[in-house]
């Protein structure tokens, strides 16, 4: 049984920074993609960023030097680290694990940006 667990959000004040983490465990695989994903009251839920078991990264285009998404392997954790937060960043992230052809949700955590 897969599980994804998600952890590291909470309230910044604007320009601050937070890390995210993300730790699955159970069988998985060598080839893998992890991933965040956010949803603001009222929007769908979003790609944040992502990176492969190798080591290829996906950002939303919008976030493209303010975030950064990096793996470590050997623990099956992900993180991503936002830094010069914004309002609109706020939301519920979610980490999302996908391996041959599932995917496996992690519960969200609320980042919240303000003053």
């Known amino acids: 049984q897969v599980q994804v667990v998600a952890s590291g959000g909470g309230l910044v004040q604007p320009g601050g920074s937070l890390r995210l983490s993300c730790a699955a465990s159970g069988s998985i695989f060598s080839s893998f993609v992890m991933g965040w994903y956010r949803q603001a009251p009222g929007k769908q839920r979003e790609l944040v960023a992502a990176?492969?078991?190798?080591?290829?990264?996906t950002y939303a285009d919008s976030l493209k030097g303010r975030f950064t998404i990096a793996r470590d392997n050997a623990k099956n954790t992900v993180y991503l680290q936002m830094n010069s937060l914004k309002p609109e960043d706020t939301a519920v992230y979610y980490c999302?694990?996908?391996?041959?052809?599932?995917?496996?949700w992690g519960q969200g955590t609320q980042v919240t940006v303000s003053s």
């Open positions: 999302n694990l996908g391996m041959r052809g599932q995917d496996y």
């Open positions: 990176i492969t078991s190798v080591g290829i990264t």
